[in-house]
């Protein structure tokens, strides 16, 4: 669901100032300035149920009519959907190339304290695949990014 920031804080500045509490202030995203109310933007604002709610109702119930039926399933379906675009792989394969550096230093040290080298052994050559497998990865988004 979007909520226009803009017309949200529009809303905020026009409130009551019983309704405003002394750290409520506009933005004007479009220009990148601060508005003329007077405190910075808070983190948590605080609106008045029944100044929003009439409105998002009527947009719901716009959203449901048998026109808009069709655009909002299928919007509805795709929002639940995971993002397995190339920013989304590029940053699994480097999260996974640090997990396996990680576990190489911990099997070195575990070495160094004398654990059973074939064991150890074992366990390296097999975080060692993995993180080539990560880089092979790594590798190929690199490649069809490049013009």
């Not at 202030?25 to 910075?40: F, Y």
Request: glycine content about 6%; some cysteine; overall charge neutral.
């Amino acid at each position: 669901m979007h909520v226009s920031t803009r017309a949200l804080s529009q809303d905020i500045c026009e409130l009551p100032p019983v309704w405003r509490t002394p750290n409520m202030r506009r933005r004007e995203s479009s220009l990148g300035k601060m508005s003329t109310c007077p405190d910075p933007i808070p983190r948590t604002v605080y609106v008045r149920e029944d100044a929003i709610v009439p409105k998002l109702d009527e947009w719901l119930a716009q959203l449901f009519e048998e026109e808009h039926l069709d655009q909002t399933c299928k919007a509805l379906s795709m929002a639940g959907q995971v993002d397995e675009g190339p920013g989304a792989t590029a940053i699994g394969a480097r999260r996974k190339i640090a997990d396996c550096d990680q576990r190489l230093s911990k099997y070195r040290t575990a070495l160094d304290a004398g654990a059973d080298a074939a064991v150890v052994a074992r366990w390296m050559a097999e975080v060692k695949g993995e993180r080539l497998r990560a880089e092979h990865e790594l590798g190929k988004m690199c490649i069809r990014d490049r013009p």
